[in-house]
């Protein structure tokens, strides 16, 4: 049964806002040494799938504007949050972390602003891409078999998501300066 867009307790907002609540308890796990962690690893695991989760769960019953505000949030959260908690503990840099967050911050408020008159800008393909290789970076980050040995990977896997955070920043700019 299809829910109303105006709805705020939806099963898909259940997922989300539980993603939210479960980041702190994620960030406190990080390892603090170039070790990794397997624990922190299957709940990066479990806190990313969940996005797929709700994503299925809002097609499956109907978006709402509560989901398309707070699904993006989330997101950044555990991303930029995982992120700046490896840079505090020395295994990111802060530069492209920074690039990375700078982006985030400057797109959402261009949505809250957008959003305020009316206009959705979901989020593109390149940009689930990127999402996906923020992903994979902070998974491969705190992997256990890939932390020392194999960091070229994880270091790769940032650097092509600051790619991609750039290139689709440029395209949201593009389209802005376009609709205006």
Same mark, same amino acid.
């Given at each position: 049964?299809?829910?109303?867009?105006?709805?705020? &307790?939806? #099963?898909?907002?259940?997922?989300?806002?539980? %993603?939210?609540? +479960?980041?702190?308890?994620?960030?406190?796990?990080?390892?603090?040494?170039?070790?990794?962690?397997?624990?922190?690893l299957i709940v990066w695991v479990v806190l990313c799938s969940s996005d797929g989760i709700d994503g299925y769960l809002a097609r499956r019953h109907g978006?709402? %504007?509560?989901?398309?505000?707070?699904?993006? /949030?989330?997101?950044?959260?555990?991303?930029?949050?995982?992120?700046?908690?490896?840079?505090?503990?020395?295994?990111?840099?802060? /530069?492209?972390?920074?690039?990375?967050?700078?982006?985030?911050?400057?797109?959402?408020?261009?949505?809250?602003?957008?959003?305020? %008159?009316?206009?959705?800008?979901? &989020? =593109? %393909?390149?940009?689930? #891409?990127?999402?996906?290789?923020?992903?994979?970076?902070?998974?491969?980050?705190?992997?256990?078999?890939?932390? =020392?040995?194999?960091?070229?990977? #994880?270091?790769? /896997?940032? #650097? +092509? +998501?600051?790619? /991609? =955070?750039?290139?689709?920043g440029a395209q949201y700019a593009w389209h802005a300066v376009k609709a205006r």
């Amino acid at each position: 049964m299809p829910v109303d867009d105006n709805a705020i &307790a939806t #099963w898909a907002n259940v997922v989300t806002v539980t %993603r939210v609540l +479960a980041s702190p308890f994620l960030f406190a796990i990080l390892p603090s040494d170039s070790r990794g962690s397997w624990v922190a690893l299957i709940v990066w695991v479990v806190l990313c799938s969940s996005d797929g989760i709700d994503g299925y769960l809002a097609r499956r019953h109907g978006t709402t %504007r509560s989901g398309a505000f707070l699904d993006p /949030l989330a997101d950044k959260i555990l991303i930029l949050g995982a992120m700046f908690t490896l840079v505090s503990r020395g295994i990111f840099w802060l /530069l492209p972390v920074s690039i990375i967050a700078g982006r985030e911050i400057l797109i959402s408020a261009y949505r809250v602003v957008v959003g305020s %008159r009316g206009v959705s800008v979901p &989020a =593109t %393909r390149l940009a689930k #891409w990127k999402t996906l290789f923020q992903q994979l970076a902070v998974g491969f980050a705190i992997m256990p078999l890939t932390t =020392t040995d194999v960091s070229w990977l #994880w270091l790769g /896997l940032l #650097w +092509a +998501a600051v790619a /991609l =955070t750039l290139i689709t920043g440029a395209q949201y700019a593009w389209h802005a300066v376009k609709a205006r």
